[in-house]
């Protein structure tokens, strides 16, 4: 049933739809006043976005190129030395076929660390020690410098010369006296100078023939010290015992990085004796990978010994010789003086030579047998010194104690060569590793490169290297 509207009602219906009209109105103006700045807000975040999302691009591609550039690093070199390396010729391949996230940008590389400098060489090399072969190849060297250390505690090599004698320190002329000259020649000179020649002349100059200058590398350079060793007057028997007592049986500082050095040496270079003979049968010697040393061409030959003594070719191998035989030398010698039952062979000897001297002569030569003595200890040791040398070089073992084996470790040629290189400084042996490497991969080879991307006035850097010896997480930032 119609009813019919009030002027009242109708008034006020009329009033609230124009109250409606006009908040609507409002809204829409006020829109209408913020809509430019909300445009403006979204087309900067929309600009940054995009600038950010080519920065990303730009850095993005920066580190593919580097590591790109990193992939061509020379196969030839990893597998013969397992060393990373790229040369820049190689590298810069990676902008061969690039194709830039933006086409005004400009790209280049720069190369750093050669890898023959010292401290990115040791680098490489103690990240492919201690990563890939320590428990197989560090091991051996490990147990024998820890035996080394054990005997060294119960050993003194370096005072061999307290056991000079008195009665020879005059010199040679001790044992074989100028008998000055004769108005008329006694009877008994012929058969004196017969029993001369037979029993001392002839030990004398035998002993002589294993005496050579002893070739040392000094540490602070690539000098090398020169010991003229005699023990038949004492000259530079001190220095030589302490010299050998500090080499064999005393730690250097950072061994561990000597150490890691000579293995890879003795690992990746020819040295002359690549095998040992164990029971009639010879056992070569192979890199971590695989490969047969002694398989190694020719060319390579004595690198190992180069390296340890600094020399060039058969110098090297021949001074390598001299250090063993003297070394040899030293520890037969220490082991006949200090053998009561091994000396006192000759001590009998000494005493029946010095009193067939007085009884041929009529008393008038009278030679002291501790004297006679010593010169038979040390031609026999010298002698003895000489034939591990030989056996040493034809890839036998020796005890390093002779005698009565007071200590239980075979030692082998390599040893030797371990032991000069421990011996000297990680700086010097690395700089000849460098040397013999170049000869046979010529670089320079780098192990890291930078990509830098120029576009417009910004610029992205990203440095990459191959894998360092000190965990990413572990390295500090400068």
Not at 64 to 72: C, F, P, Y
Not at 169 to 185: A, I, N, R, T
């Amino acid at each position: 049933m119609f009813r019919p509207v009030s002027e009242r009602d109708a008034s006020r219906r009329i009033r609230q739809n124009s109250l409606a009209v006009a908040c609507v109105g409002s809204m829409s103006l006020a829109f209408c006043i913020v809509l430019p700045a909300i445009l403006l807000l979204f087309s900067q975040v929309l600009h940054f976005s995009r600038a950010s999302r080519a920065d990303a691009d730009l850095a993005r591609h920066a580190r593919i190129v580097a590591d790109t550039a990193l992939a061509h690093y020379d196969r030839d070199l990893y597998r013969t030395f397992g060393l990373f390396g790229v040369k820049e010729y190689e590298a810069k391949k990676a902008l061969d076929s690039d194709a830039l996230p933006i086409s005004e940008a400009r790209l280049r590389l720069e190369m750093a660390d050669d890898l023959m400098e010292e401290a990115a060489l040791k680098d490489a090399i103690a990240r492919h020690m201690t990563w890939r072969t320590a428990a197989s190849v560090l091991s051996d060297a490990l147990d024998k410098m820890g035996a080394l250390e054990k005997i060294g505690r119960e050993v003194n090599v370096s005072q061999l010369a307290d056991y000079f004698p008195e009665a020879l320190k005059p010199g040679y002329e001790v044992v074989d006296p100028d008998l000055g000259s004769f108005d008329e020649e006694p009877e008994w000179k012929n058969e004196y100078e017969a029993l001369m020649d037979k029993e001392i002349r002839r030990v004398y100059q035998k002993g002589l023939t294993y005496l050579a200058p002893i070739v040392i590398p000094d540490e602070s350079d690539e000098t090398y010290e020169t010991i003229q060793m005699n023990p038949f007057d004492n000259s530079g028997l001190q220095k030589f015992g302490s010299v050998v007592d500090s080499l064999l049986f005393v730690a250097p500082e950072n061994a561990l990085d000597r150490l890691i050095l000579s293995e890879y040496t003795l690992s990746y270079f020819y040295n002359d004796v690549p095998y040992v003979m164990r029971h009639g049968l010879r056992r070569d010697d192979y890199t971590p990978d695989g490969r047969m040393i002694s398989k190694f061409p020719v060319s390579r030959r004595y690198e190992a010994e180069e390296i340890a003594t600094g020399l060039q070719g058969k110098t090297a191998k021949t001074a390598t010789l001299v250090f063993i035989g003297a070394v040899r030398f030293a520890i037969h010698f220490v082991d006949i003086i200090t053998d009561e039952t091994n000396r006192a062979g000759y001590k009998a000897s000494a005493v029946a030579i010095a009193a067939t001297i007085t009884a041929v002569t009529l008393g008038y030569v009278n030679i002291p047998p501790e004297a006679i003595e010593w010169l038979l200890m040390a031609a026999a040791a010298l002698a003895l010194g000489a034939v591990d040398a030989a056996a040493l070089n034809k890839g036998e073992e020796v005890d390093l104690w002779p005698g009565m084996k007071k200590f239980e470790l075979k030692l082998r040629y390599r040893d030797f060569l371990r032991i000069l290189i421990v011996a000297q400084s990680p700086d010097k042996i690395a700089r000849r590793i460098a040397y013999a490497v170049d000869r046979v991969y010529p670089g320079p080879y780098y192990t890291s490169v930078a990509c830098i991307l120029d576009c417009g006035a910004k610029s992205v850097r990203f440095d990459a290297a191959f894998l360092s010896r000190i965990p990413e997480e572990d390295e500090v930032e400068p």
